[in-house]
């Protein structure tokens, strides 16, 4: 936070260049690995243990078949097998278990993380001012940030712990592969003949992933700011006799959006539909090189038995490996826009170190007793400016106001609609950076107006009340400890009394 000039408050970076997206995808896996290291490496231990079972099981098939063909050449009965595969099954079914409670933990807490900074740049923004500008060169909608705060962590944490499965089953995929080899050196590498031409597929794919992925996202964000923006603007849409518009409108964002999430997800299933079809290719290769090795004796039926059950998690792997190159671009776009949300940042923001309380007892919630430091004497406001930046040259906003406020007194401040009120009250706030001018409270300057001027030394009643779904008592409250503060005497100042009795549950009510 800096000064500008001899303004008093906070300034913003407003250079579109420092805000940019310049970390590549992986940087921020790397970031975000590290936050939640404990989940994370439980997660992929577990994993590679569930991953592994499937070497494991491989080699129990290859014993029963060839028990019963008698080319088994250790001792060991149809019970012995029996148990093995009991035991196999127990193994996977803990593993899995213990990875999906790893990866929920760790997904999770990384999402929370995510939209903890998200949400903490906003509210760190000025109050005029809080949410990003768009490509069209206005400011998102809350419908556009919701969006992003849900879809686009969700999205990077998907191709974050896709990440987990492919290390576990490389790590299989490896031991199948030296276990395969030692069997059928043709037959292995016949299995795998598919993988080069899926990664360069997917590869050659990417570009249009990524084009695909924007639209969708973009056309989205759309539809889900319209639908807020509806609900909050009923009143002057019903006024303004708009309905009919409205719907129109809507229906032709969602036709746009029904297009591009069409295209977005043919394209991502075609690359899933190469990769699933190694599979079946992959058979065919077996029952190919594997045909001359039987009549010769050079191959088993236990030896069959394993190739096949490696073959899922093998070509499952290949399928992967597709994928993820895919989730790696799709990514790539949601770090934008999270970026974007930043404002100016420094790059790297959204998944920046920070506490977030998923377990245990929430942190205590600040709280400042009021005290005669926080009383107010004198306020004086000095050359106080605040312009409104405008394409076409043209002025709007306040400029060199000056004032003083003694205690007891009443100021009135009056002007046409467009004149400077607002504007004038949210850069004493600090809602808007001043860009000059000095504030003066009891004598003493004041040099952060939006971190000064709150209770207990000042408070603040919107012209439009915002109500958050909780009880009256909670939107009263605002987080305050409700036993060290008066409730009472401030529903008797706002003269509540009647109204707050007269409801069905007083001040719980919803």
């Not at 003066?440 to 040099?447: A, C």
Request: hydrophobic share 45%; aromatic share 10%; with cysteine.
């Amino acid at each position: 936070m800096t000064t500008n000039g001899n303004a008093q408050g906070t300034s913003f970076p407003t250079d579109k260049a420092s805000s940019q997206f310049i970390l590549k995808p992986y940087r921020y896996f790397v970031r975000i690995i590290r936050y939640s290291l404990k989940y994370f490496a439980l997660d992929v231990s577990t994993a590679t243990v569930f991953w592994l079972s499937h070497t494991v099981v491989g080699l129990i098939m290859r014993a029963f078949f060839n028990y019963l063909t008698g080319e088994l050449k250790i001792n060991l009965s149809v019970g012995g097998i029996a148990g093995l595969q009991l035991g196999y099954a127990l193994l996977a079914s803990v593993s899995m278990a213990a990875a999906i409670l790893a990866n929920t933990a760790f997904r999770y807490q990384s999402m929370a993380l995510m939209i903890r900074n998200l949400f903490a740049r906003i509210l760190e923004m000025p109050g005029g001012k809080p949410l990003p500008i768009g490509k069209d060169g206005k400011s998102m909608s809350s419908g556009q940030v919701v969006s992003t705060l849900r879809d686009d962590t969700n999205e990077m944490m998907s191709a974050i712990t896709l990440v987990e499965d492919v290390t576990g089953m490389g790590i299989s995929a490896l031991i199948s592969l030296v276990i395969m080899a030692r069997i059928n050196l043709l037959v292995t590498v016949g299995t795998f003949l598919p993988l080069g031409l899926i990664i360069f597929v997917a590869h050659r794919l990417g570009p249009l992933v990524e084009r695909y992925r924007r639209a969708s996202r973009e056309s989205t964000s759309q539809v889900t700011g319209v639908i807020a923006d509806m609900f909050n603007g009923t009143q002057a849409i019903k006024v303004a006799n708009a309905e009919e518009r409205i719907i129109a409108y809507f229906r032709q964002l969602n036709d746009k959006r029904r297009t591009s999430m069409i295209r977005d997800r043919v394209l991502t299933q075609l690359v899933e539909a190469l990769s699933w079809g190694t599979m079946d290719l992959g058979v065919g290769l077996i029952l190919l090189f594997s045909a001359g090795a039987f009549f010769a004796g050079d191959f088993t039926v236990g030896d069959f038995a394993l190739f096949t059950s490696y073959l899922w998690p093998i070509t499952e792997l290949m399928r992967m490996a597709g994928r993820t190159i895919t989730l790696y671009k799709q990514a790539g776009i949601s770090l934008e826009r999270m970026e974007q949300m930043m404002q100016g940042a420094e790059p790297g923001g959204p998944v920046a170190s920070n506490p977030v309380y998923m377990f245990g007892e929430f942190p205590e919630l600040p709280y400042t007793p009021k005290t005669a430091d926080h009383r107010l004497e004198h306020l004086k406001v000095s050359r106080l400016t605040y312009q409104y930046p405008a394409p076409d040259n043209s002025v709007s906003g306040v400029n060199d106001i000056s004032f003083e406020l003694n205690r007891g007194s009443l100021i009135a401040i009056t002007g046409r609609i467009g004149s400077g009120k607002t504007t004038l009250l949210k850069a004493l706030l600090g809602l808007l950076p001043a860009q000059s001018g000095s504030i003066f409270w009891n004598g003493d300057p004041v040099t952060d107006p939006a971190i000064f001027f709150v209770p207990p030394r000042c408070a603040y009643t919107g012209q439009v009340p915002r109500l958050f779904s909780e009880t009256l008592r909670e939107n009263i409250l605002l987080g305050l400890p409700e036993d060290r503060v008066d409730l009472n005497q401030a529903v008797r100042l706002a003269v509540f009394e009647k109204d707050g009795a007269d409801m069905e549950a007083g001040l719980d009510t919803l």
